[in-house]
């Protein structure tokens, strides 16, 4: 049986694909022309409408220490529609530092049906580290119909290494939902001060993966700073996906696959706490095939939601 | 749109080859539309270099730039700890050699005294000072300038025309501690491209006091380049940060080379 997440994120995908507005902002499941066909591989059909395009790593809400241009959502979704984005993974601020992360969550799926119906996909907050977090897992699964959910481990207070962070992963697994991990939002040496938050070490995620087979986990914000080529290699060998919106360097994008292949790494810009343009000129940076381009855009964000197979 | 990079480190990406390095920059480079690069600084960094090291360094710039005259500019890279040495490459590199400009990094902080005759004989050449400067939140290098320093020096150089390299790192402290140093402009290279940079910069000093760069080949070009084409600011204000202003900074030391400009 394909399950509500699946459908859910192949359904948007397809969508955008169709160029066709979502009901619910992606929170309706429906039957994909993927799962029609039997088959998805990411590269380009004969569909028509819009090129589909995925950035997997946005926000909403209000950053604690400065005033963002496009912090407003629809500043933010004019901006992606802008540059053709067809589908945004939007996470929330207010999963920092809030407490009643039921709020913070159901704040965000309104804000994605107000202002970016079809448009943007709500990912909720979740912090392992408060009373009763298993229940905002849970309301995120079923009273929000989420299909994904954001970690910030830097931001409360917990490493990969503790048992909380394999306990959450379980219990994401167990619910069906894909796990985004940041590994960091803001340059260490830019922080206010009051606000410090040290980047998430994944040395130790490799060991931590094979207590939890079948997850699906992205890495945000990370290949500014997870840069060894051996971790990087055997995380992707174990499903996790990346993004590109801290990656660096002179033609990185082009670098990074080489040492990485084309099938983990996804599209992703960090806006609004990101100039939106800084990711999207990286396409252009490197020398990229149409079919990397394809995958990066959009294949691999859709594949990325197909569980993996027994 | 011309676009104009201030700031570029090339050694590192063919490793041996400084000519084919610098060639491997300008060709990425070319894919955004860059048309002319800044570079310093060669593959054997050390954060308080010798006399040799310097030589060394400014000789793998001029073998580079001396392959690419139309597309490359070097500054020479200085260590004011060691004021003879510095002079002696001031004048072998700018004022008998092809370079236009001077890169100071991390060896001291530029507030010091010792900066004075290396300023002082800028400005005779004509030639402005690139100053690397942060303020890390986790705390400097020993040598580490912070704008504060570079506001201090511009006080003493009213002369001098002198530029905040990465504008701090943190670029809301950095765009107001050199708010009332005319004779400093920012660069906006080498920092993540965090939102609202270009615009604070604006609106604070002008347009005209912003100069872009990469500080590729660490940075990525594009995701500096959003800083601008990203930023809310007029086409007009875009065309000088990306260019303008920086031509208009080298304007003298490229004239005086007989360089066209």
Redesign the interface.
């Given at each position: 049986m394909t399950s509500p997440t699946r459908r859910t994120f192949l359904q948007t995908g397809a969508a955008s694909l169709a160029g066709a507005a979502l009901v619910g902002a992606g929170t309706s499941p429906s039957t994909t022309a993927a799962e029609t066909s039997g088959k998805d591989d990411g590269k380009p059909g004969g569909e028509k409408g819009p090129a589909p395009f995925i950035d997997t790593n946005v926000h909403l809400g209000h950053w604690p220490a400065r005033h963002l241009p496009l912090g407003k959502p629809a500043d933010l979704t004019a901006k992606l529609r802008e540059h053709g984005v067809t589908q945004a993974w939007a996470g929330t601020f207010e999963g920092l530092l809030h407490k009643d992360l039921a709020a913070a969550n159901y704040r965000l799926k309104k804000a994605c049906e107000v202002h970016g119906a079809g448009l943007l996909v709500p990912v909720g907050a979740i912090n392992p580290t408060l009373p009763a977090w298993k229940e905002d897992l849970k309301r995120c699964r079923e009273d929000f119909d989420f299909s994904m959910i954001r970690l910030y481990p830097g931001y409360h207070g917990y490493a990969v290494e503790q048992p909380l962070f394999l306990e959450t992963l379980k219990q994401a697994r167990e619910v069906e939902l894909t796990v985004q991990v940041v590994v960091r939002l803001e340059d260490v040496r830019t922080q206010s001060p009051l606000l410090r938050a040290p980047d998430l070490d994944v040395t130790p995620l490799p060991g931590l993966l094979k207590k939890v087979p079948g997850i699906r986990l992205q890495l945000l914000n990370a290949l500014r700073t997870v840069k060894n080529p051996l971790l990087l290699q055997r995380l992707a060998a174990m499903g996790v996906h990346f993004e590109i919106a801290m990656l660096e360097g002179a033609a990185g994008l082009e670098n990074l696959l080489n040492g990485l292949g084309i099938k983990n790494v996804c599209f992703g810009s960090h806006a609004p706490f990101f100039y939106f343009e800084s990711a999207l000129l990286k396409l252009k940076e490197s020398l990229l095939t149409e079919e990397q381009l394809t995958f990066l855009r959009d294949g691999n964000a859709r594949n990325f939601f197909i569980p993996p197979q027994p | 749109m011309t676009i104009w990079d201030l700031h570029c480190h090339f050694a590192r990406?063919v490793p041996g080859s400084p000519v084919k390095s610098l060639e491997?920059?300008i060709e990425?480079?070319n894919?955004?539309g860059i048309e002319k690069f800044c570079v310093y600084m060669g593959s054997n960094w050390e954060y308080d270099p010798s006399p040799e090291n310097l030589r060394n360094q400014n000789d793998e710039v001029l073998e580079a730039i001396g392959a690419f005259p139309g597309q490359a500019f070097g500054f020479v890279y200085l260590n004011p700890k060691d004021v003879e040495a510095s002079l002696d490459e001031l004048n072998r590199c700018v004022a008998d050699g092809p370079m236009v400009g001077i890169k100071l990094w991390v060896a001291q902080r530029c507030n010091h005294r010792n900066l004075d005759p290396i300023v002082e004989r800028a400005v005779e050449l004509d030639v402005g000072i690139f100053q690397h400067t942060?303020l890390?939140?986790?705390g400097n290098l020993p040598g580490e300038s912070t704008p504060a320093d570079l506001a201090e020096l511009a006080d003493r150089h009213p002369d001098a025309r002198l530029i905040c390299g990465h504008t701090g790192?943190?670029f809301?402290l950095g765009i107001r501690a050199v708010k009332h140093s005319p004779n400093v402009h920012i660069g906006i290279a080498g920092?993540?491209?965090?939102?609202?940079f270009t615009?604070m910069a604006v609106r604070e000093l002008g347009a005209d006091r912003v100069i872009w760069g990469?500080d590729?080949?660490?940075?990525?070009?594009?995701?500096?380049?959003?800083?601008v084409?990203?930023?809310?600011v007029d086409e007009a204000a875009q065309e000088k940060i990306l260019h303008t202003n920086l031509r208009q900074w080298l304007a003298p030391a490229l004239k005086a080379k007989g360089r066209d400009i």
């Open positions: - | 990406l491997r920059l990425i480079g894919r955004l942060w890390k939140a986790g790192g943190d809301e920092s993540d491209p965090t939102a609202g615009e990469s590729a080949s660490g940075r990525s070009f594009a995701s500096q380049l959003g800083k084409v990203g930023a809310q």
